[in-house]
Structures are given as C-alpha cells and as structure tokens.
C-alpha cells in the first residue's frame, strides 16, 4: 500500500530519527543538519551542505586532485596531464571515468595514459623541482605532437612546497610558450572534490584565456557559435547531445572538457552562448566567460524528453527564429521515436520507485528521465553539493522526498533498508553493496559501462538499462543475507 505525503514525511523523519540515534550525541547532532525531508514550496531542501565530512563516518566523496584531474582536466585529449606526486593517486585516477574521445592514443590524444612523476622519499626530503623538469623535458622527447603539459599537484607536493608555477614558466619558455599549467589541487585542499573544480577553472582562466591572446587568427565567427561546458562525454554523451545541437542549425565550437581540445578552450570566449551541462564542476569559468568576454551562459539538461524539449527551446531563445524553428523541428523528429521507448518501458517499469545518491547534477537532472518512464524518485542526495544545488533540486523533487547530503555509508544502508526502493542509482563503491543486498542497482557516475544516457539517443539506452537492473530474473533467485534461512 503506497503511503500519503504526509505518512511518507513521518517515516522519513523516523527513519532520520533511528539512524541518528547510533551516533555519539555531538556526530548526531552535526549529522542532522544534513538529513531532512523535502517540503512543498520550501525555496531549499533545508539541508547544510559543502562541509568538512565527519571522520570516521564513511564518507563517499572525493578530494580536491580528483576534482581537477579526474573531472576537469583528464579528458582534454591533446595536453597531457601530471600526476605530481607518488604513483598512487595518478593510478587510481588512470582510465577510471569513460571518457570517450576522437584521436590516437599516444600521439595525438592522452586521456587514457597515466603520467606520474612517482614520488620517492628522497623527492619529499629533497623536493621534486628537478623531477618535475625532467618530466616534462622527456614528455616533448616522446610526445612531441601534445598540445599542452598540466601539473597535477597531490597532497606532498603542497607540504613540502616545490614550487610548481615557477617550473611551469620556466619550461614554458623554454619551449616557445607551450602551455604547461601549474594545478594547485593538493587532495587536503577543501571539503571535497569540489573545490578541485573551482580550482581547475581558475586554472584554466589565469594559464589558458589569459595567455591565449589571438593565437587562433583563422577562427570565423558565426552568429550561432556555442560552447559546450562541463560535459565529461560519459560513454559518448557529449556527442549525443552535440548532435542536437548541430541539427537545431548551431555550430558547436567547443566542448570541454569531454572530447575537448586545448584550442576548443582558447576559442571558447567567442562563443555567442555558452551551454552548461555540470553546474556545480563549471558554473565558476562560465560565471567569468560572461563577466570578462560578454559570453551568456544557460542551465541545460538532456535526460529525458521532457527535459531535453525544454531545453533545446531554452537555448533556441538566445537565437533568432532559424533557431527557434530548428529546435522545434528538432523536437519534432525525435518525439515518435522517443514515444516508442516510453511504450515498450513504461509498462515495465511504472510505479518503481529509486534512490539515487551521485555527484555533480545528476542527483537532479535525471530525475525527469525517470519520470519519463514513470518512475518515482523517493531519496536522493549529493556527494559534494552546495546549497545553490540544493536549490535547484526543489525543482525537480515531489513533496515529501528524503535528502541527505554527503550520506554515511551506514545511513545509505540503513535508508534502503527501511525504504526498500526499486532500484538504487549511486557509485562503484556503493554497487556491490546494494547487490549483495538484493537491490536492483545502476551505476550512475560512468552509466555502469553502458551510454551515453545523453539526449534522445541516450535516452533509449537509458530506458534499456533501468530495465535491464529491475527486471533481471537473478533478483528472484537471491535473497538478503539476513533472509536466509540459518
């Protein structure tokens, strides 16, 4: 029996109520700033957010290295990308997210090699200052087609202080003003990996458009010129969302950092309109793009139909009416097949009901292609959020919905527990958890080896797969550990 908003907001701050009670008093009382219920017509989802975690809690997030390295900076193919510091964080970040990319890898393009400078004791003792010349003296040996060298400094490196804006300039010069950007985004930096974004963009900003000058004299403007900003083309998403765009009678110039290039970001400021995918990883360049160079910059989410339609007529709006009829037929040719899917799903998968528990937007933005296929989104949260995100996700969230901001492993686990979803969209670290749980579960940071999720043809696959972790008969073959017979 489904139960009333006002049933479902009882048990929900029950259930707020039981985890909290493990905690000593001082980590509940901390921890309850973050748990709440959505309430209707609330301008927030009253919870705190873009704070330090609570050591010992479990916490799920990143650090500022793999916001810049990971997020940011990886997946411009040309330049290659330092891992300053020992081998440990560069191979974990090496190849983890699905950043699909056009080239040949080790010539042109390196988004899936790793570059460490492999820190040794006597590199922390002594500094890496001469490691770090010789690094990249035997990049342009090897690699001489790259576009660009970016340090990625780890934890050690801002302890012990080398000096790596200073060994930037120097082999910059060295090397007819190649662009070698020093990256200041130490793990100990900020509350998550969110910092290591903001980072990344003011990295971008001081050692990218301000050296930049008119390095690319043959670039023509056009009237319909866009930049496409903070799409990490997961499983190729960038590219079916770029198709759209291109076929509403824009030219795409940019797009970064998924698939980007070190010349898509030199030429971004004279893009006509920036379109931003990842608010929170890029809102800070896109806020400076408009602020500096004039270029307006809008909100877009491509999940779903219903949200990729009013989106497409959002950004047609910037335009003139060649635009503004493109978007429409746009729209137009892609609503028959996109009603095809909801058709076969929809039936399949009505009435589900899912938690989702991510970074970045997704936490809100695929909200709508869950609906679209009607199901009920009944908990959902951010890994590193800020409030304005919490913000925006009033606009997404039905009275009533639980919230939790930076969850516990014990309080996810604890929520599922009680709530019993039909299925749970999170990260590789909680997957197998849920699974072993009996939880149908999707892997929603890299789309759990599928995609792309993005646009109308990220769509089908997206419905595919949400079938595809529900309706899998294993789930009627295992039961729970706790529900087995002794």
Not at 52 to 78: E, F, H, L
Not at 114 to 140: A, C, M, R
Not at 254 to 272: C, F, I, R, V, Y
Request: hydrophobic residues 35%.
């Amino acid at each position: 029996m489904s139960l009333t908003v006002e049933q479902t907001k009882e048990r929900n701050q029950a259930l707020i109520k039981e985890v909290l009670d493990v905690y000593p008093d001082k980590t509940a009382k901390r921890r309850a700033k973050h748990l709440g219920t959505f309430e209707e017509g609330k301008s927030d989802c009253g919870v705190k957010s873009n704070v330090k975690s609570i050591p010992g809690v479990m916490t799920i997030r990143g650090c500022a290295y793999a916001g810049s390295k990971g997020v940011v900076w990886g997946p411009i193919k040309d330049m290659i990308h330092i891992s300053h510091g020992p081998v440990g964080c560069g191979q974990y970040s090496w190849a983890s997210r699905r950043n699909y990319y056009i080239g040949t890898t080790g010539i042109d393009t390196f988004v899936t090699m790793q570059f460490t400078s492999d820190f040794q004791e006597k590199d922390i003792v002594f500094g890496g200052d001469k490691k770090l010349e010789k690094i990249i003296d035997e990049i342009q040996d090897l690699f001489p087609l790259n576009h660009g060298i970016t340090v990625q400094s780890e934890c050690p490196i801002g302890l012990i202080g080398d000096d790596i804006e200073a060994v930037s300039k120097k082999k910059s010069k060295e090397y007819d003003g190649k662009t070698i950007v020093p990256v200041r985004c130490e793990g100990f930096r900020g509350v998550s990996q969110s910092l290591g974004h903001h980072i990344a963009n003011d990295s971008i900003r001081d050692w990218v458009f301000d050296k930049a000058g008119d390095k690319h004299p043959e670039f023509k403007s056009t009237p319909y010129d866009v930049a496409i900003i903070g799409d990490y083309n997961i499983g190729g998403d960038a590219w079916s969302s770029r198709i759209l765009l291109e076929e509403m009678g824009l030219r795409v110039i940019a797009q970064w950092s998924g698939d980007g290039s070190l010349a898509e970001l030199e030429n971004t400021p004279k893009a006509k309109l920036n379109v931003l995918h990842c608010y929170r990883s890029m809102n800070y360049i896109s806020r400076h793009l408009e602020e500096k160079y004039g270029v307006p910059w809008v909100e877009y989410n491509f999940f779903g139909p219903t949200k990729i339609a009013e989106s497409l007529r959002t950004i047609a709006s910037y335009f003139d009416d060649k635009i503004k009829e493109g978007a429409e037929r746009v729209i137009a040719k892609y609503q028959p097949l996109m009603q095809a899917v909801i058709d076969k799903y929809r039936p399949r998968l009505e009435g589900k009901k899912v938690m989702l528990f991510v970074g970045g937007l997704r936490p809100r933005h695929v909200i709508g292609a869950y609906e679209d296929l009607g199901m009920e989104i009944v908990g959902t949260g951010y890994e590193f959020g800020h409030n304005d995100d919490y913000q925006r996700t009033t606009h997404y969230v039905k009275d009533g919905t639980l919230i939790y901001d930076d969850v516990t492993g014990y309080e996810f686990e604890k929520f599922v527990e009680a709530i019993q979803p039909d299925l749970v969209g999170s990260g590789i670290k909680e997957k197998y958890v849920f699974q072993k749980m009996g939880v149908p579960f999707r892997q929603m940071h890299s789309w759990d080896y599928s995609g792309p999720y993005h646009g109308y043809d990220g769509f089908a696959i997206f419905a595919r797969d949400m079938d595809m972790a529900i309706n899998n008969p294993v789930w009627g073959l295992t039961k729970t550990p706790w529900k087995k017979a002794v």
